[in-house]
Nanobody, 127 residues
Framework: QVQLVESGGDLVQPGESLRLSCIISGFTKQYYAIGWFRQAPGKEREGVLCYNTFDSKTEFGDSVKDRFTISRDNDKNAVYLQMKNLSPEGTGLYFC????????????????????WGQGTQVTVSS
């Protein structure tokens, strides 16, 4: 059984940074894509960024390339989302998701492409 568990969500002030983690278990394939998605109140779920383990390429959503980064700890089977200079627009429920397969230079920010999802962790950016 594949499980993804997010953690690290918190209440932060604008301009602060936050790191989210996603622990993956039950998935034995070497190559896959991991994506981070955000759902704000009253909004559709949108892709934040994704990472392709096959070629170590990252795809960024709009307006996050200079502020958000993704990293991976293979020993812990964990993926991290480092968010810098957060704004109120960054508020939402953040999900990590896994897309099974082998990809070259592309992972996709479309939620429909991901088959496994975590439960989400809440990030609130407010003064």
């Amino acid at each position: 059984q594949v499980q993804l568990v997010e953690s690290g969500g918190d209440l932060v002030q604008p301009g602060e940074s936050l790191r989210l983690s996603c622990i993956i278990s039950g998935f034995t394939k070497q190559y896959y894509a991991i994506g981070w998605f955000r759902q704000a109140p009253g909004k559709e779920r949108e892709g934040v960024l994704c990472y392709n383990t096959f070629d170590s390429k990252t795809e960024f959503g709009d307006s996050v390339k200079d502020r958000f980064t993704i990293s991976r700890d293979n020993d812990k089977n964990a993926v991290y989302l480092q968010m810098k200079n957060l704004s109120p627009e960054g508020t939402g429920l953040y999900f990590c998701a896994l897309r099974e397969g082998i990809f070259l230079g592309h992972c996709s920010l479309s939620s429909s492409m991901y088959g496994y999802w975590g439960q989400g962790t809440q990030v609130t950016v407010s003064s």
